[in-house]
């Protein structure tokens, strides 16, 4: 039995030291060497980099991405859903099909609370501006693209 087990372990140990010859070793003897500097430059899509790489991105494209990404995955899990509906239906009688569709009204009406929540919020406006009236406060100017 302690057979197998030194099996596995002289292979695991065979496989680590591959890696590592290929990489650490064999690596460093056949890859080219040339110290040009364009090479060590950032690739933007063919055209020079501009400006530094380090720049601050607004939150809201962050934001807009994860509100994405839920509303997107949430849609794509009730085409499962709905594939199996009919079956569940049919097999359950009544019962089945009922607690199914509660199930996803239930779900339709989080994913609901959700949106209304982001709405209100004001994340889905991409531009978010603070405009107040000259009548209200004449010191005040217009504050476009302002981050609450």
Request: charged residues 20%; hydrophobic residues 50%.
């Given at each position: 039995?302690l057979?197998?087990?030194a099996t596995v ?10 890696v ?6 064999v ?6 060497r040339?110290d ?12 020079p ?5 380090w720049v ?10 994860l509100?994405f990404l ?6 794509v899990?009730?085409?499962?859903w709905?594939?199996v ?10 019962a089945?099909?009922?607690?199914a569709?509660?199930?996803?009204l239930v779900?339709i ?9 982001v709405?209100?919020?004001?994340d ?8 107040t ?8 100017t217009?504050?476009?693209?302002a981050?609450?």
């Amino acid at each position: 039995m302690l057979y197998q087990y030194a099996t596995v372990l002289i292979g695991l140990v065979f496989g680590a030291l591959f890696v590592v010859l290929n990489i650490n070793i064999v690596g460093r003897l056949l890859a080219p060497r040339v110290d040009d500097p364009e090479k060590t430059t950032s690739y933007e899509c063919g055209e020079p980099a501009v400006g530094s790489a380090w720049v601050r991105f607004d939150m809201r494209f962050y934001t807009m991405a994860l509100v994405f990404l839920i509303f997107e995955v949430e849609t794509v899990f009730m085409y499962p859903w709905a594939a199996v509906y009919k079956r569940l239906r049919d097999l359950g009688g009544e019962a089945h099909g009922g607690f199914a569709l509660l199930e996803i009204l239930v779900f339709i009406a989080i994913l609901g609370v959700g949106f209304v929540y982001v709405w209100a919020k004001g994340d889905l406006d991409w531009v978010k501006s603070t405009l107040t009236s000259k009548a209200d406060n004449p010191d005040a100017t217009e504050k476009v693209g302002a981050v609450r």
